[in-house]
């Protein structure tokens, strides 16, 4: 190629670099308008925030995050680090279907307000701030994961509400992870009465059978790690009805990812 051939391909190809920053330019003065007419705020407070889709100061000191030292099994937070590994009595006593369970926070505070608008108050962009914590939170186990699925919700209760909130957690994890999303891997097959309200043996007793993998979702399952996600895990009973029907259709071990996860003092 000449040096008057290659000169004039620069020439050529000079309008299509200026358009692309013209591209460029509008998007970012379309952005800063934008900003300029709806400035971010607050996802629960609504007060001003440097960037969108974040928290405040004030709301951010609002959550209890768990971090370690805590229980290996069950995720739940000591209070005085005794070294690693630990388990706790809760844990021993009553072992979990499970094999570990991670959570970002406790279920109180900001916390609890953040779950309840994303499940009650259509507020689903919130799934988006609240998985990108929980990838932080679970990164040990995502990084063992083979497959990633989400707590399922029975026919009925999904038309009624319009969306699973952990479907919607679980495909942000996915993103950010890379780790394979099978929403479809596990069914809810019994339609059950709400768990609010119940006692931990009545949760465990209205959870029976209410869990199967299908026979055409088996071979999606058998021999896989995979990371159960929720919103919130309470007295584990759904996290271990879940996790059994996954161990019986063959999975090799199944962990539990929640956003928040309520901590007895006790």
């Not at 768990?66 to 844990?91: K, M, N, Q, W």
């Amino acid at each position: 190629m000449t040096a008057e051939e290659i000169e004039s391909r620069k020439i050529s190809s000079a309008p299509r670099r200026w358009l692309g920053a013209l591209r460029t330019a509008s998007r970012r003065g379309l952005h800063g308008a934008i900003g300029l007419v709806y400035p971010p705020s607050c996802i629960a407070c609504k007060g001003a925030t440097a960037q969108a889709q974040a928290l405040c100061a004030r709301c951010w000191s609002g959550i209890g995050f768990i971090e370690r030292p805590y229980c290996e099994r069950l995720g739940t937070p000591f209070e005085v680090d005794l070294g690693a590994g630990l388990v706790s009595p809760a844990a021993i006593s009553d072992p979990p279907v499970f094999a570990r369970a991670r959570a970002v926070c406790r279920f109180d505070g900001t916390a609890r307000e953040l779950v309840h608008r994303l499940k009650y108050g259509d507020r689903t962009e919130l799934a988006l701030t609240l998985g990108r914590m929980m990838a932080q939170a679970g990164h040990e186990l995502l990084g063992e994961a083979d497959l990633i699925v989400p707590v399922p919700m029975h026919r009925t209760r999904l038309w009624s509400r319009r969306f699973n909130q952990a479907a919607a957690l679980a495909q942000v994890l996915a993103k950010h992870s890379g780790v394979t999303l099978a929403p479809t891997a596990l069914a809810r097959v019994k339609r059950t009465t709400q768990q609010v309200g119940l006692t931990r043996p009545q949760r465990a007793d209205n959870l029976q059978g209410a869990f199967k993998v299908l026979p055409a979702m088996r071979p999606t399952v058998e021999g896989r790690h995979i990371l159960l996600v929720d919103d919130v895990l309470t007295t584990g009973a759904t996290a271990n009805a879940a996790a059994r029907a996954l161990l019986r259709a063959g999975a090799r071990q199944v962990d539990m990812l929640t956003f928040a996860r309520v901590v007895t003092d006790a």
